[in-house]
């Protein structure tokens, strides 16, 4: 039979590194810009994560190394959207096939190795309640970090000034440039984070849910975390729901078929994608902010 | 006169470099995974490294990783064709209909696709006896169970796959009454977090033998680190994870094949063929079996793999039933090739479906 508590467990562990790509994405979108290249992101992280990893023998330094290997190419999406203006949607494109091809470049002496992992965190008698104890005291760090920065980012969106100025810029760039706002900084801002999000994530991949390193890893995730994006319309808490729910359906279907369960094996395997929509749609879609994938130019 | 020689000289050997550089051999290789995935890919790349040893400068070989099954193959290997190659290896099953459809845009160039069972004039198929490989994995993981309950991540449900898990379901029971197959269709060939997520799940469910028919190593390590699981390596050794999980593994050896088919090529010899060779003429090969198996049964697994390389013995041989219980081959009896090769049902002790 199937341990409900175990399911949840590894559901979180499942969903976490889709969840960390697609909050970053999400920011980066709010303010109005497009990229496409979270999946070139993620995997560079996934390599600059193991390899910092084995350097420092510890797992932090590897998120560490992660999130800024995935904000330095990020960066690189900057300087070609914000500063020479080139086409968001190509210039991602691009940022994947570069960061595939990167992480195979330097993956090449890491291949079947494993990192120094990330243990699950134990509070003695808490983590020792049934069900619960596993379920919320029992996770490895990531997983609340991971809760955090969602969490973070959706005060920092609807509370604060400097989120509302990024809603401004990505909603209506050329009013925000009115107002006397540096569009430009704002986003290169936005993307770096998005950048440093998605090279968590796949650093996770790495580090804790593989865990290894294997050539073009991700296998997807990115554009997974980036149509999660848009089925939750724009909102930190509805992408939670959604990251959760494709990594939980995933897990689970899974189970079902190691348990035996008499369910016609197609259905199980395209639940997640089915779930999640359905799920996300139904709960009445939101709408795209108003200069998403728009060039700025501050003489229009 | 030195002048003269000198020009002649000169003169000749550009035309004999001309001549060695007139027309190398393009070899295209199309792969559905990163050559880095340490399994299927990695071992079709170490083949077209030896084909490019074998050959020297007389062979010129193109390779594309990870191209999808499907539309986009279409794409990559007109583009190889446009571009010159002779020979195009597509290595991977889904890639058969889009083999066979720029096959026909392009009589000149010959084509080999491995484990599908399409052919034309200028489309040959070749594949490997797995199942060979297989009946030796569950003669192991049989005896090595404890939990009696040996995980087995399914990619697709084709042929090819169906078969490798009859194999290794007859051999297992023959060996442990007892035991029983959970089977995992995990619908990809290559995704190292979903190849995890399924062997974790199957781990979860009691099982402490995992085999795999996916293309990463992603299986090893979670066996790995869930401790006290036996694994095989599949399509490549695998060794950086023996001597525990891995215990032995399936090597594809696609060397001797390539550099043949390269030759014929060369030669003007090239005909359609379906070649589909065995543990016997060293397409399949066992990787080591490390000491975490007992010493007899690595004997006995030995010896099994002596019989089926010197022919002496089939891993279909009846009396074996299909699943529903309908006889399928009577006592002694030896599969033949066509049933094997369309295989879309389970052997009898199998539970759950195949799906459709």
């Given at each position: 039979?199937?341990?409900?508590?175990?399911?949840?467990?590894?559901?979180?562990?499942a969903?976490?590194p889709?969840?960390?790509?697609?909050?970053?994405?999400?920011?980066?979108?709010?303010?109005?810009?497009?990229?496409?290249?979270?999946?070139?992101?993620?995997?560079?992280?996934?390599?600059?994560?193991?390899?910092?990893?084995?350097?420092?023998?510890?797992?932090?330094?590897?998120?560490?190394?992660?999130?800024?290997?995935?904000?330095?190419?990020?960066?690189?999406?900057?300087?070609?959207?914000?500063?020479?203006?080139?086409?968001?949607?190509?210039?991602?494109?691009?940022?994947?096939?570069?960061?595939?091809?990167?992480?195979?470049?330097?993956?090449?002496?890491?291949?079947?190795?494993?990192?120094?992992?990330?243990?699950?965190?134990?509070?003695?008698?808490?983590?020792?309640?049934?069900?619960?104890?596993?379920?919320?005291?029992?996770?490895?760090?990531?997983?609340?970090?991971?809760?955090?920065?969602?969490?973070?980012?959706?005060?920092?969106?609807?509370?604060?000034?400097?989120?509302?100025?990024?809603?401004?810029?990505?909603?209506?760039?050329?009013?925000?440039?009115?107002?006397?706002?540096?569009?430009?900084?704002?986003?290169?801002?936005?993307?770096?984070?998005?950048?440093?999000?998605?090279?968590?994530?796949?650093?996770?991949l790495?580090?804790?849910r593989v865990?290894?390193?294997?050539?073009?890893m991700t296998a997807?995730a990115?554009?997974?975390?980036?149509?999660?994006?848009?089925?939750?319309?724009?909102?930190?808490?509805?992408?939670?729901?959604?990251?959760?729910?494709?990594?939980?359906?995933t897990?689970?279907?899974?189970?079902?078929?190691?348990?035996?369960?008499?369910?016609?094996?197609?259905?199980?395997?395209?639940?997640?994608?089915?779930?999640?929509?359905?799920?996300?749609?139904?709960?009445?879609?939101?709408?795209?902010?108003?200069?998403?994938?728009?060039?700025?130019?501050?003489?229009? | 006169?030195?002048?003269?020689?000198?020009?002649?000289?000169?003169?000749?050997?550009?035309?004999?470099?001309?001549?060695?550089?007139?027309?190398?051999?393009?070899?295209?290789?199309?792969?559905?995974?990163?050559?880095?995935?340490?399994?299927?890919?990695?071992?079709?790349?170490?083949?077209?490294?030896?084909?490019?040893?074998?050959?020297?400068?007389?062979?010129?070989?193109?390779?594309?990783?990870?191209?999808?099954?499907?539309?986009?193959?279409?794409?990559?290997?007109?583009?190889?064709?446009?571009?010159?190659?002779?020979?195009?290896?597509?290595?991977?099953?889904?890639?058969?209909?889009?083999?066979?459809?720029?096959?026909?845009?392009?009589?000149?160039?010959?084509?080999?696709?491995?484990?599908?069972?399409?052919?034309?004039?200028?489309?040959?198929?070749?594949?490997?006896?797995?199942?060979?490989?297989?009946?030796?994995?569950?003669?192991?993981?049989?005896?090595?169970?404890?939990?009696?309950?040996?995980?087995?991540?399914?990619?697709?449900?084709?042929?090819?796959?169906?078969?490798?898990?009859?194999?290794?379901?007859?051999?297992?029971?023959?060996?442990?009454?007892?035991?029983?197959?959970?089977?995992?269709?995990?619908?990809?060939?290559?995704d190292p977090a979903k190849e995890a997520e399924?062997?974790?799940?199957?781990?979860?469910?009691?099982?402490?033998?995992?085999?795999?028919?996916?293309?990463?190593?992603a299986?090893?390590?979670?066996?790995?680190?869930?401790?006290?699981?036996?694994?095989?390596?599949?399509?490549?050794?695998?060794?950086?994870?023996?001597?525990?999980?891995?215990?032995?593994?399936?090597?594809?050896?696609?060397?001797?094949?390539?550099?043949?088919?390269?030759?014929?090529?060369?030669?003007?010899?090239?005909?359609?063929?379906?070649?589909?060779?065995?543990?016997?003429?060293?397409?399949?090969?066992?990787?080591?079996?490390?000491?975490?198996?007992?010493?007899?049964?690595?004997?006995?697994?030995?010896?099994?793999?002596?019989?089926?390389?010197?022919?002496?013995?089939?891993?279909?041989?009846?009396?074996?039933?299909?699943?529903?219980?309908?006889?399928?081959?009577?006592?002694?009896?030896?599969?033949?090739?066509?049933?094997?090769?369309?295989?879309?049902?389970?052997?009898?002790?199998?539970?759950?479906?195949?799906?459709?």
């Amino acid at each position: 039979m199937i341990d409900p508590a175990l399911l949840i467990a590894s559901l979180m562990v499942a969903s976490t590194p889709i969840l960390l790509a697609a909050i970053g994405e999400l920011v980066v979108e709010r303010s109005g810009v497009l990229n496409l290249g979270v999946e070139g992101m993620m995997i560079t992280g996934a390599i600059c994560g193991i390899a910092a990893a084995l350097w420092a023998e510890t797992p932090w330094a590897g998120f560490l190394a992660a999130a800024v290997g995935g904000a330095l190419l990020s960066l690189l999406f900057a300087l070609l959207t914000q500063v020479l203006m080139s086409n968001q949607v190509a210039t991602g494109l691009a940022l994947t096939l570069f960061g595939l091809g990167l992480s195979a470049l330097i993956g090449q002496s890491y291949s079947q190795i494993r990192a120094p992992s990330l243990q699950r965190i134990d509070l003695g008698a808490l983590t020792d309640l049934p069900v619960v104890g596993r379920l919320l005291f029992g996770q490895d760090p990531m997983v609340y970090i991971s809760l955090l920065i969602v969490a973070g980012t959706w005060a920092f969106l609807r509370f604060s000034r400097a989120g509302l100025i990024l809603r401004a810029v990505g909603e209506n760039h050329d009013a925000a440039h009115a107002l006397g706002y540096n569009v430009r900084l704002v986003r290169t801002c936005a993307i770096a984070f998005g950048g440093a999000c998605a090279g968590l994530g796949g650093a996770y991949l790495s580090l804790v849910r593989v865990p290894q390193w294997t050539d073009g890893m991700t296998a997807g995730a990115g554009w997974i975390a980036l149509a999660i994006v848009v089925f939750a319309s724009w909102r930190p808490w509805r992408l939670l729901l959604g990251a959760y729910l494709f990594g939980g359906v995933t897990v689970l279907q899974l189970n079902l078929q190691a348990g035996g369960f008499a369910i016609p094996v197609q259905y199980l395997s395209m639940s997640p994608y089915i779930v999640t929509i359905l799920v996300l749609v139904v709960m009445n879609a939101g709408r795209a902010p108003g200069s998403l994938g728009r060039t700025f130019h501050a003489s229009h | 006169m030195t002048l003269k020689h000198l020009l002649a000289g000169a003169a000749m050997a550009l035309g004999t470099m001309a001549a060695a550089q007139d027309d190398p051999v393009t070899v295209g290789f199309v792969y559905v995974g990163p050559i880095g995935d340490g399994g299927w890919t990695y071992e079709h790349d170490r083949a077209r490294l030896a084909v490019e040893e074998h050959f020297g400068d007389a062979v010129e070989t193109v390779y594309q990783e990870s191209v999808p099954e499907g539309p986009d193959a279409v794409r990559v290997m007109t583009q190889m064709a446009l571009n010159g190659a002779d020979l195009i290896f597509t290595t991977s099953f889904g890639y058969m209909d889009q083999t066979i459809e720029v096959a026909e845009q392009f009589p000149d160039v010959k084509f080999e696709h491995a484990t599908g069972y399409k052919r034309a004039d200028n489309v040959s198929t070749y594949s490997a006896r797995f199942y060979e490989g297989r009946a030796i994995q569950g003669h192991i993981a049989g005896q090595i169970t404890e939990s009696n309950i040996i995980g087995y991540i399914g990619s697709y449900p084709i042929p090819e796959v169906v078969r490798g898990i009859n194999s290794a379901w007859i051999h297992a029971r023959e060996v442990n009454p007892d035991v029983e197959f959970r089977i995992v269709w995990v619908y990809t060939w290559f995704d190292p977090a979903k190849e995890a997520e399924a062997a974790r799940a199957l781990i979860d469910q009691g099982a402490d033998v995992i085999l795999q028919h996916t293309d990463s190593t992603a299986p090893q390590a979670a066996a790995a680190e869930a401790g006290g699981v036996y694994t095989f390596g599949q399509a490549s050794d695998m060794a950086e994870f023996a001597p525990m999980p891995r215990v032995s593994s399936i090597i594809d050896d696609w060397a001797p094949y390539y550099i043949d088919r390269v030759q014929a090529v060369i030669d003007g010899t090239w005909e359609s063929t379906d070649t589909w060779d065995g543990i016997g003429p060293g397409m399949v090969g066992i990787g080591e079996i490390t000491d975490a198996v007992p010493e007899e049964v690595r004997t006995s697994a030995l010896a099994m793999k002596d019989a089926i390389a010197s022919g002496e013995y089939h891993p279909f041989t009846g009396p074996l039933n299909r699943q529903d219980g309908t006889p399928w081959l009577a006592e002694g009896e030896i599969a033949d090739d066509g049933t094997l090769l369309g295989m879309d049902f389970y052997v009898e002790g199998l539970t759950g479906d195949i799906p459709q």
